[in-house]
T-cell receptor
Framework: QQQVKQSPQSLIVQKGGISIINCAYE??????FPWYQQFPGKGPALLIA???DVSEKKEGRFTISFNKSAKQFSLHIMDSQPGDSATYFC????????????WGAGTKLIIKP | KAGVTQTPRYLIKTRGQQVTLSCSPI?????VSWYQQTPGQGLQFLFE???????NKGNFPGRFSGRQFSNSRSEMNVSTLELGDSALYLC????????????FGPGTRLTVL
């Protein structure tokens, strides 16, 4: 019940296209859903995050869509660029003052020029 | 503002040895979390410290321990190293323990031979 399932494992998108990564969770107590971006040799960096009280959040080319009833959330990267090539992780926080993140397995995104 | 720093960046140890990793959070941040990242298990939460107190602990054996000092710097220790402890160990800090304000360091790459 603590798992966060992420798909696909890898994704190749043409420059200018839309990249979509999906995550699903079971624990309805999760109340914070971030997406992190990680480049080789670096730690993860927070990209965008959402709380369950909204269904969508947009920051620049990055959008999170959140479906509370389906217990799913997704990351959309519009106008994907080669610099977006990285590994993306979704995560969720159990809430209730439980200060930890439960992570998805990661998606390796490659943007082809 | 300087980011989260971790030392050393790379470490090679042999089975049975012990190791201590260090994390210096962003100035003013009082919470430090530790995560283990491996290709097989992904990112897993180890523990979180706030104002020198461990608030949360992940599902790791007692060989993994940590502490936080009055200046918020944190150390984690792994005793009796096993081959499976080879991983990237990531430290993240946040100002007041808010889960949505975590900033990650570059990690310490531990190799156990």
């Amino acid at each position: 019940q603590q798992q966060v399932k992420q798909s696909p494992q890898s994704l190749i998108v043409q420059k200018g296209g839309i990249s979509i990564i999906n995550c699903a969770y079971e624990n309805t107590a999760f109340d914070y859903f971030p997406w992190y971006q990680q480049f080789p040799g670096k730690g993860p960096a927070l990209l965008i995050a959402i709380r369950p009280d909204v269904s969508e959040k947009k920051e620049g080319r990055f959008t999170i869509s959140f479906n509370k009833s389906a217990k799913q959330f997704s990351l959309h990267i519009m106008d994907s660029q080669p610099g977006d090539s990285a590994t993306y992780f979704c995560a969720a926080s159990p809430g209730l003052s439980n200060y930890q993140l439960i992570w998805g397995a990661g998606t390796k995104l490659i943007i082809k020029p | 503002k300087a980011g989260v720093t971790q030392t050393p960046r790379y470490l090679i140890k042999t089975r049975g040895q012990q190791v201590t990793l260090s994390c210096s959070p962003i100035s003013g941040h009082r919470s430090v979390s530790w995560y283990q990242q491996t290709p097989g298990q992904g990112l897993q939460f180890l523990f979180e410290y706030f104002s020198e107190t461990q608030r949360n602990k992940g599902n790791f054996p007692g060989r993994f321990s940590g502490r936080q000092f009055s200046n918020s710097r944190s150390e984690m220790n792994v005793s009796t190293l096993e081959l499976g402890d080879s991983a990237l160990y990531l430290c993240a800090s946040s100002q007041a323990g808010d889960i949505d304000e975590q900033f990650f360091g570059p990690g310490t790459r531990l190799t156990v031979l």
